[in-house]
């Protein structure tokens, strides 16, 4: 049991390249979240899907697109890398309620760089 | 702009003190609010979480201090260990129907001395 898997663990990009983040649960969730991390900025919301066939925009959404290949995969595209795109991108994933509540469970992060 | 706010950014505490830090928010439709904890080159990983219906809640050496009139909440580390030294992210959420939309604190760095 993997929990919350993330490819690659490192990425360096040039201005305007493109390229795909991985993530992929072994948990049967039903929901899955993208985040980036920046320094002082705490974890920021891109894109969520609640469930399996539906994406929806979080706070920080430009730039950036997302498809929820299965119930398992939840990938995040960069088409035109920017710098402002440098930071660590965290997938997680959440399903069934405990207590009530939904905790959300972490990948390990990819850490990307754009110059 | 933030819907939660986070404080202190880091905090430096000795071995056995307590480490309090303190978050803010203004959506009283929050009513989630969990505590995360992250080391570094990992993920943050769920420590402690409570609903407005109450107060208080306890884990271990961990408890959260809820405020709902004043929409302020806080971790509480007693007997603060030097394996507690980790980044801290306070969090909260709207109720919704099967899945939990957090918006994240701006994270306390804790490093507890020896």
């Keep these: 049991n993997a929990g919350v898997t993330q ?18 649960q072994d948990m049967n969730h039903n929901s899955m979240y993208w985040y980036r991390q920046d320094p002082g900025m705490g974890l920021r919301l891109i894109y969520y899907s609640a469930s399996e066939g539906t994406t929806d925009k979080g706070e920080v959404p430009n730039g950036y697109n997302v498809s929820r290949l299965n119930k398992r ?13 440098t930071s660590v991108y965290f997938c997680a994933s959440s399903g069934t309620p405990r207590g009530g509540s939904y905790e959300q469970y972490f990948g390990p992060g990819t850490r990307l760089t754009v110059t | 702009q933030q819907q939660v706010k986070q404080s202190p950014q880091s905090l430096i505490v000795q071995k056995g003190g307590i480490s309090i830090i303190n ?3 203004e959506n009283t439709a ?7 904890q992250q080391f570094p080159g990992k993920g943050p990983a769920l420590l402690i979480a409570i609903r407005p219906d109450v107060s208080e809640k306890k884990e271990g050496r961990f408890t959260i201090s809820f405020n709902k009139s004043a929409k302020q909440f806080s971790l509480h580390i007693m007997d603060s260990q030097p394996g507690d030294s980790a ?17 994240f604190g701006s994270g306390t760095k804790l490093n507890v001395k020896p």
Aim: charged residues 15%.
């Design chain 2, 23 to 25: 978050c803010a928010y």
């Design chain 1, 7 to 24: 490819t690659p663990k490192f990425q360096v990009l040039k201005t305007g390249q493109s390229m795909t983040l991985q993530c992929a």
């Design chain 1, 73 to 85: 995969e939840f990938s995040l595209r960069l088409e035109s890398a920017a710098p402002s795109q």
């Design chain 2, 87 to 103: 980044t801290y992210f306070c969090a909260a959420s709207p109720r919704t129907v099967n899945f939990n939309k957090f918006y």
């Design chain 2, 30 to 36: 929050f009513d989630y609010f969990p505590w995360y």
